[in-house]
């Protein structure tokens, strides 16, 4: 099936500390690819997308992502997190139809 | 704000019961998404509209759901006769796009609907 897995459960690091949220895919042809987070009792808010092109991609918030085809992966990452990105993370693939196939989020719990 | 917005916030209803959400998408995208979301998980497709048709639902959405959305403006789900495996964050999203790039265009999520069914 196609799908994305977000291997870990949570992500603790220290603030100022670099940040790499884990996702990897499983898809057919060429995948389009979405970073998203969500806050407590918000919506889920768009991060970045990776279509074609640059394998690094630059998004909201200081967030980049590097896609690599040969090991079918899509991390997030951020140079030096913050407290305030202490959130709930999902890597999607979009599949046909624009339809989303999310993963199961990672918490990242950012320590002061 | 011209974000997706959806109403109510918070439904709390009776097994057995039918309950109606509203999802208002941003003005010129042209899709619209259902998706349910239960605690620990990833949200789940359930059903989506180009305009007014609604193209496609998963096996997910069973009799018991409807989606309508007249005009192509907002959008409606309704769940019928619910039960406690109702349960759930519904999330709406909408994009724009058609055709074969469409799965290129970001979605952009309302606030979801939490219903409990007691």
């Known amino acids: 099936a196609q799908s994305v897995a977000q291997p870990e459960d949570q992500v603790n690091v220290a603030e100022g500390n670099p940040l790499t949220v884990k996702c990897t895919y499983s898809?057919?042809?060429?995948?389009?690819l979405f970073w998203y987070v969500q806050y407590p009792n918000r919506g889920l808010q768009f991060l970045l997308k990776y279509i074609t092109g640059d394998n690094l991609v630059k998004g909201s918030y200081g967030f980049e992502a590097e896609f690599n085809k040969s090991q079918t992966s899509f991390h997030l990452k951020k140079p030096s997190a913050l407290v305030s990105d202490s959130a709930l993370y999902f890597c999607?693939?979009?599949?046909?139809?624009?339809?989303?196939?999310f993963g199961k989020g990672n918490q990242v719990v950012v320590i002061p | 704000d011209t974000g997706v917005s959806q109403d109510p916030r918070h439904k709390i209803t009776k097994r057995g019961q039918n309950v109606t959400f509203r999802c208002d998408p941003i003005s010129e995208h042209n899709r619209l998404y259902w998706y349910r979301q239960t605690l620990g998980q990833g949200p789940e497709f359930l059903t989506y509209f180009q305009n007014e048709a609604q193209l496609e639902k998963s096996r997910l959405l069973s009799d018991r759901f409807s989606a309508e959305r007249p005009k192509g403006s907002f959008s409606t789900l309704e769940i019928q006769r619910t039960e406690q495996g109702d349960s759930a964050m519904y999330l709406c999203?909408?994009?724009?796009?058609?055709?074969?790039?469409?799965?290129?265009?970001?979605?952009?999520f309302g606030p979801g609907t939490r219903l409990t069914v007691t």
């Open positions: 999607a693939v979009s599949l046909r139809n624009n339809r989303l196939a």
């Open positions: 898809v057919s042809g060429n995948p389009y």
């Open positions: 999203a909408s994009s724009l796009g058609a055709g074969g790039l469409a799965g290129a265009y970001e979605q952009y």
